[in-house]
């Protein structure tokens, strides 16, 4: 079965750090950019970051610039997203999504479960 299981959420005070993973399995991996979107409450669903798998370029909103990091560790059918600085602006959840090389969450192949990510002192 197609799953991409996230996990590294919780809760971490302003200025901290937090690390997502997304494990993938159940289709081709290396033939997806694998990403990360999120849903802040009473907000739609926004993309946060993006691996493009063919030229391993990166993309990120321009809100978390800077500040997160995404890498991919095609051997371990993994993404991550090293999240850097936390504002509690950045509170929502994170949802890993393939294709992340869209223009509409709508476009979204697969999805994570979601990880809760909280920012507050």
């Known amino acids: 079965q197609v799953q991409l299981v996230e996990s590294g959420g919780g809760l971490v005070q302003p200025g901290g750090s937090l690390r997502l993973s997304c494990a993938a399995s159940?289709?081709?991996?290396?033939?997806?950019?694998i990403g990360w979107f999120r849903q802040a409450p009473g907000k739609g669903r926004e993309a946060v970051s993006c691996?493009?798998?063919?030229?391993?370029?990166?993309f990120y909103a321009d809100s978390v610039k800077g500040r997160f990091t995404i890498s991919r560790d095609n051997a371990k059918n993994t993404v991550y997203l090293q999240m850097n600085g936390l504002k509690p602006e950045d509170t929502a959840v994170y949802y890993c999504?393939?294709?992340?090389?869209?223009?509409?969450?709508?476009?979204?192949?697969?999805w994570g479960q979601g990880a809760q990510v909280t920012v507050s002192s």
């Open positions: 999504a393939a294709d992340c090389l869209v223009t509409s969450p709508d476009m979204v192949k697969y």
């Open positions: 159940g289709f081709a991996f290396d033939d997806y950019a």
């Open positions: 691996f493009n798998n063919e030229n391993s370029r990166t």
